[in-house]
C-alpha cells in the first residue's frame, strides 16, 4: 500500500480536524496520485471533504468503529483487520493521524508534502527522516505557494 500525507516541518498534520494549509499545486499532485486508486481513511477525514462525501474516482474504504455510520458511496470497515481483507496493494492511506498510525507498517511507499514552516498543531505523522525502516528515495525542487516554500518527497521501505 501507499500513503500520502503533506507535513510541516516538525511532521504535524493537522489542528482542529483540518489540513494546516491547502496548496493547490499539492491538492492537484494528490487527486493525480489517488484517482483510480481506492483511499483509506477515517471517518474524521471523510467529514472535511467537501460536503463530508467521498472522493469521486477512487473507491473510498473508511476505517470506524461506529455501526451506523454509513456514507453513500463509501465502504466502511469496523477495524484495521477487516479493513486488510479488503484494501488492494494500490491502495492510499489518505489520513488521519490514528489511521496513519496503524497502516503506517502495511505501506512502502510514502508520497510526502514537506512545507517549510512550523504551524500550530494537535496532530502528527510519524518522522520517515528518523525511521530505520524509510529511506527518501526520490526529491522534487524547492516550490512555492504565495511565499510558503515546499518540496516532495517519496520514501521507500527499506
Known sequence: MNL?????????????????VYIPEDLKRFKALTTGHPVILGRKTLATFPGGRPLKGR??????????????GAEVYPDQQALLTQAPEDAFVIGGESVYRALLDQCDTAYITKIHK??????????????PAW???EESEMLDHEGLTF????YKRV
Open 135 to 137: 529511506k527518501a528515495a
Open 4 to 20: 500520502i500525507v503533506a507535513v510541516d516541518e516538525n511532521w504535524a498534520i493537522g489542528k482542529g480536524g483540518d489540513q494546516l
Open 59 to 72: 473507491r473510498n474504504l473508511i476505517l470506524s468503529r461506529n455501526p451506523d455510520f454509513a456514507p453513500e
Open 118 to 131: 512550523g504551524y500550530q498543531a494537535d496532530c502528527w505523522f510519524p518522522n520517515l527522516d528518523e525511521d
Open 151 to 154: 518540496h516532495y518527497v517519496t
